[in-house]
């Protein structure tokens, strides 16, 4: 599975403005509904209940929200890099810049773990960690989540 697969270029978000890891977490679930047609609640609702069962922030700078959402029909990504970094409660206790949030439907948790997967892959690559963080523009930004190779999972 390649990130491009379920992230499309309009869920690349260079520079979102948000004071801390609730108004993100609206921010990507807003970002997400419209690009998945759902309730941007639903997603929400969705988000804070993963997020209860402990952060998605894995440390570097880097957090992955995730969530199984009903009604959801694909897996859908949104890439977010933050104008200012955020305490998101992260493992490392580092502030977050670098946010990927992945929707998926209830019932593919094969889907959601090989693109679980993948983001993680592109994370721990310090060399894109940076490149995403200097990249200009949303359209690069883009073009550095297609070139990262399918992996093995699939």
């Known amino acids: ?19 801390n890891k609730a108004q993100a ?19 929400q609702k969705a ?11 894995i440390g570097r ?15 859908v990504g949104v890439f977010a890099r933050l104008a200012k ?6 493992i490392d206790q580092l502030p977050v810049d670098l946010l990927f949030l992945l929707l998926a439907p209830e019932n593919t948790p094969r889907d959601q773990i ?3 997967a993948r983001i993680s892959h592109l994370f721990r690559d310090a060399g894109a960690c940076e490149a995403l963080r200097q990249a200009p ?4 930004i883009y073009a550095i989540i297609q070139a990262q190779p399918s992996g093995k999972a699939s």
Do not use: C, N, W, Y
């Open 47 to 57: 988000l804070q209940e993963r997020e209860q069962l402990g952060s998605t922030g």
């Open 114 to 116: 090989a693109a679980l």
């Open 61 to 75: 700078g880097v957090a992955l929200p995730h969530a199984r959402v009903a009604g959801l029909k694909r897996v």
């Open 25 to 43: 977490l609206r921010e990507l679930a807003r970002h997400g509904a419209r690009l998945a047609g759902i309730d941007d609640a639903v997603i």
């Open 1 to 19: 599975m390649k990130l491009e697969e379920f992230t499309a270029p309009e869920g690349v978000i260079a520079d979102l403005r948000a004071a």
């Open 137 to 140: 523009t949303a359209e690069a």
């Open 85 to 90: 970094p955020i305490d998101f409660e992260a």
